[in-house]
T-cell receptor, first 113, second 115 residues
Framework: TQLLEQSPQFLSIQEGENLTVYCNSS?????LQWYRQEPGEGPVLLVT?????EVKKLKRLTFQFGDARKDSSLHITAAQPGDTGLYLC?????????????FGTGTRLQVTL | NAGVTQTPKFRVLKTGQSMTLLCAQD?????MYWYRQDPGMGLRLIHY???????AKGEVPDGYNVSRLKKQNFLLGLESAAPSQTSVYFC??????????????FGPGTRLTVT
């Protein structure tokens, strides 16, 4: 069974602070995705990183895929209250038919004024 | 487009009762999935379907059955509910595309409590 561990599990910071969330696995994935989930809603895809070492930026969010394609990080610069939510990483594995997502344990972020 | 919809939004069952959760998507996606989400465990795949009339087991299929009689609908059934099935259930769909960059679209979830 593939496992994805995220750290930290919970994070409470003030507006304007920077933070990094980590996603680690012993398995290699074809690609890795990051989702954000708000209360009462389903996860929404933020980004997919495909190549080992790849870095993608989405405004104040920076995503990095590890060189060995086993781990990833999400860095948020100058966090805002609108960044509050549950952040999930998901490793993509290709089976014989559909792609499968293995989700991480999640990081719950709260940004206060 | 409504995207992915799920009914019902909430349900309380007694142990041993049965129910069916309905997922519908209007994006003409081939692939559909059922996940459950429990605190501290992320989302776990229950069953999935790669097309109309086909289903396959995911990571935690025991106690659940699924059917995909129409391309746009994916049903999740609990024949005899157990307290361990208390969870939030999410349906997702994705189009056939480069499997490395697959995109999954999630529904809003169904919160199920089994007493």
């Amino acid at each position: 069974t593939q496992l994805l561990e995220q750290s930290p599990q919970f994070l409470s910071i003030q507006e304007g602070e920077n933070l990094t969330v980590y996603c680690n696995s012993s398995s290699v994935f074809s690609s890795l995705q990051w989702y954000r989930q708000e209360p009462g809603e389903g996860p929404v895809l933020l980004v997919t990183v495909v190549t080992g070492g790849e870095v993608k930026k989405l405004k104040r969010l920076t995503f990095q895929f590890g060189d060995a394609r086993k781990d990833s990080s999400l860095h948020i610069t100058a966090a805002q209250p609108g960044d509050t939510g549950l952040y999930l990483c998901a490793g993509v594995s290709n089976t014989g038919t559909a792609s499968k997502l293995t989700f991480g344990t999640g990081t719950r972020l709260q940004v206060t004024l | 487009n409504a995207g992915v919809t799920q009914t019902p939004k909430f349900r309380v069952l007694k142990t041993g009762q049965s129910m069916t959760l309905l997922c519908a998507q209007d994006m003409n996606h081939e692939y559909m999935y059922w996940y459950r989400q429990d605190p501290g465990m992320g989302l776990r795949l229950i069953h999935y379907s790669v097309g109309e009339g086909t289903t396959a087991k995911g990571e935690v299929p025991d106690g659940y059955n699924v059917s995909r009689l129409k391309k746009q609908n994916f049903l999740l059934g609990l024949e005899s509910a157990a307290p361990s099935q208390t969870s939030v259930y999410f349906c997702a769909s994705s189009p056939i595309r480069d499997r490395v960059s697959t995109i999954s679209y999630f529904g809003p979830g169904t919160r199920l409590t089994v007493t």
